[in-house]
């Protein structure tokens, strides 16, 4: 109660008691605590961003960054080790966390500084968040009030010292992911190559790194402006020290920055990074961070996300809207911005490019999670933004040779499998989404199905008619994923009359069939000489022939043909039983699977092979039990607490599973351009579209236990097969439900 209390009164001051609609439903700590399930948390942060902001300001709770939570803070921890500019919300594996600043009252020492340890202790009763401004009261006997709020490329930290206390403030360019002999997280090796701080005038200090990590070489510049004049400092590389020198280069890069107790309690620093270089960051400082009224800034982030939230109306509870609303606001956050704002970005080959006026270039593609909702989430209500991920993604197959798989800070890090820009190109296409030159998205797509890359060996694809897991490591998901993409670019070629690309294309997606054993009954490895891989276990996650999931949950993805797989099991009642025992069977091999949580039987929403899975039973005859379950899940594994999340939110992707989910429909299949109905959790919705028309959602109920849909209209016709489209949405009108407590 104290901590809600203080957060209210806290967010009337940053905004002058000017109540919100939609903002105040928004809670950044959702996501940000592991439950004591054992599940992963959300790994969000509750720091403040922009919408597709390049800055995401953020408290570090950690040392050093590990997987879990990759954002860098842990509700669970009660000190605080700085602020960072950088973050990565929701993700599996981690990097960014860059330029830290730390205030604090003590006497710094060269011998402190080359430590690097200014951690103080923090209480969630003295910690507040909304979207776009965050507190805090750092302790420990300092008594340092921090409050932060972003532009697009600039952070802005708000500091109030305690009256006659020494006023420091630490900028540490070494603060990143976990140290062991070197930065490591199993997968690659974490290092700064080289930094710089440089002292500008006695207000202003600029810089950079350059650093290799999860993403293969990032470059960061910044520029910081004081609020006061810098009264003295240390420069440190580890235990260098360079003296009264205006700059410093090295590995280890600290700098004490003090400042005179005498010329007032609160001291201002505003933080502008850029991608390109030292002029880039002086440019988004110029053209996003001139005024010293922090107050400008909070108001300016809450407007900014008033907008893009008002998108939908809903009417629900509170703890509902709460769900509804940060959940958006997550999905929201990412694909981040990467160019400056005069238009030039760091290209894939490590080039300057230049943007046309008015776009922006953005990374943070997180595409094995996110095309399956968020991605036609922003095709639905943002398609401008929309439009622009698609050209990016074009721009980044122009430069690499194919579509993004997992692009960070500009540059593609292999992560997961598939290439899953595919269906968002998909999706975009047959959406008929304005402003996206379709025969490059087409040629992109095409190439990015037939250039062997990591993972994607097409000259064995083809071959082979599978994967052979002696030629291909988790060969049957990529077998299941692969068949999907090659469906999504069939689906474009049908749709732009290339005949003969559409039956190279279809036939391949149906490659999936190959690995389906009729003897067990589920997706099986094979070799290339078309042997069953023996021993072979459902239930075990230490398979080596699926990635992040077992052969229950790879058993159901065949998005692009339900009604293929449903005759794969010999039709409708044994894939129900089948089905039936998805949901039921509590069974474990043993083995732990670090990235599934949030069970049902084998189903795990905590992560994504399984999300689509809960609205099969639509495509045989039994819409009942989708409904069921759809309401299990939202009710089961979602809340409006830090342990809100049942797994990681990847990008936003849980969250758009929810907000579609409580709206009544899900894109099923990702790149077509069309979802399936569910049960709405809403009694009413209204979509305000793009184009200038509304579309409002009625379901009006009796009680919460009427989550069975009897039936749907649009705009007073019945709709029959359980099925919307892209473009009967964007007409706008009136989507009915008819509810009942009974199935």
């Known amino acids: 109660m104290k901590r809600t209390t203080l957060f209210l009164l806290v967010l009337c001051a940053v905004l002058g008691g000017k109540a919100t609609d939609y903002t105040k439903y928004v809670n950044p700590f959702i996501g940000t605590q592991t439950d004591d399930t054992g599940a992963l948390s959300g790994s969000t942060f509750p720091g403040p961003t922009m919408p597709q902001g390049m800055v995401q300001l953020a408290p570090e709770t950690e040392q050093y960054v590990t997987w879990d939570p990759c954002c860098g803070y842990d509700y669970n921890r009660d000190s605080i080790f700085g602020f960072t500019h950088t973050h990565l919300s929701g993700t599996g594996c981690t990097d960014l966390i860059d330029i830290s600043l730390m205030p604090t009252t ?22 507040a968040a909304t979207a776009g401004y965050y507190m805090v009261d750092l302790l420990g006997g300092e008594d340092i009030r921090v409050e932060l709020s972003a532009t697009v490329h ?23 992911t976990y140290r062991g002999d070197a930065y490591y997280t199993g997968r690659r090796a974490y290092q700064i190559i080289q930094s710089q701080i440089r002292v500008v005038d006695e207000k202003t200090i600029e810089g950079f790194r350059v650093l290799t990590g999860w993403a293969k070489l990032r470059k960061v510049y910044f520029r910081a402006e004081f609020s006061r004049p810098i009264a003295n400092r240390i420069m440190m590389d580890g235990s260098r020290s360079v003296g009264k020198s205006d700059v410093i280069n090295g590995r280890t890069l600290r700098a004490a920055l003090s400042f005179d107790a005498a010329q007032g309690k609160d001291l201002m620093v505003k933080v502008a990074i850029s991608a390109v270089d030292n002029d880039g960051a002086r440019k988004n400082m110029k053209a996003e961070a001139q005024s010293w009224d922090f ?47 005069d238009g030039r970005y760091m290209d894939t080959n490590f080039e300057i490019k230049q943007m046309p006026a008015g776009q922006a270039y953005h990374s943070t593609f997180s595409l ?42 500009g540059q593609d890090n292999y992560c997961m499998i598939g290439n899953h820009a595919i269906p968002v190109l998909a999706d975009a296409i047959l959406s008929e989404l304005p402003g996206i030159d379709v ?24 071959e082979y008619g599978y994967m052979p897991q002696n030629k291909q490591n988790v060969s049957v998901s990529i077998t299941m994923e692969q068949a999907f993409d090659d469906w999504c670019v069939a689906a474009v070629a049908k749709k732009l009359g290339k005949t003969e690309d559409y039956e190279r294309f279809i036939k391949r997606s149906e490659f999936y069939r190959n690995l389906f054993n009729p003897a067990t009954g589920f997706f099986q490895p094979k070799d290339d000489k078309g042997n069953w891989i023996e021993p072979f276990d459902p239930l075990s996650y230490e ?24 005759d794969l099991f ?42 689509h899975t809960v609205y099969l039973y639509n495509f045989a005859g039994q819409p009942w039990r989708t409904q069921e379950l759809v309401e299990q899940v939202r009710s089961s594994f979602y809340n409006p607490t830090p342990c809100g999340y049942a797994g990681n939110d990847d990008c936003g992707q849980m969250s758009a599973w929810y907000i579609f989910s409580a709206l009544g429909f899900y894109p099923f299949n990702a790149g077509s351009a069309e979802y399936v109905i569910g049960t709405p959790l809403f009694q009413k919705a209204v979509l305000h579209m793009p184009n200038g028309k509304d579309l409002v959602i009625n379901a009006p109920r009796k009680s919460d236990k009427a989550i069975y849909v009897k039936s749907v209209k649009l705009n007073g016709k019945k709709i029959t097969d359980w099925k919307l489209t892209h473009q009967q949405l964007m007409e706008g009108g009136s989507l009915d439900f008819t509810m009942s407590e009974k199935k």
């Open 106 to 127: 003590k006497k710094v020492t060269p011998q402190m500084l080359s430590k690097g340890i200014f951690a103080l202790p923090y209480s969630h009763d003295r910690e």
């Open 368 to 409: 094995w999670d996110t095309f399956r909702a968020a991605h036609p989430l922003y095709t639905l209500l943002y398609p401008e933004v929309a439009a622009q991920f698609v050209r990016d993604m074009i721009l980044h197959h122009d430069t690499y040779g194919y579509l993004p798989i997992w692009d960070l800070w």
């Open 295 to 341: 107050g400008y800034y909070t108001k300016a982030a809450h407007d900014a996300w008033e907008k893009e939230l008002a998108t939908i109306d809903i009417e629900g509870t509170d703890d509902q809207k709460t769900i509804f609303y940060t959940g958006l606001y997550h999905v929201l956050m990412q694909p981040n911005t990467m160019s400056d704002v």
């Open 570 to 611: 010999g039709g409708v009642k044994p894939f129900i039983k089948k089905l039936n025992e998805n949901f039921t069977l509590t069974e474990t091999s043993g083995e732990i699977n670090g990235n599934a949580s949030a069970f049902i039987g084998q189903y795990a929403h905590g992560n994504e092979p399984s999300h």
């Open 439 to 462: 025969e490059r998205a087409y040629k992109a797509m095409v190439e990015s199905s037939t250039r062997t890359h990591l993972n994607s060996p097409f000259e064995i694809w083809e």
């Open 543 to 566: 398979n080596p022939c699926f990635v992040e999931g077992n052969a229950w949950q790879y058993m159901w993805f065949v998005p692009h043909n339900p009604q293929g797989l449903i």
């Open 154 to 176: 600039a952070g802005i930290h708000r500091y109030t010292f305690p009256e006659g206390k020494d006023q420091t403030v630490i900028l540490d360019l070494d603060r990143m």
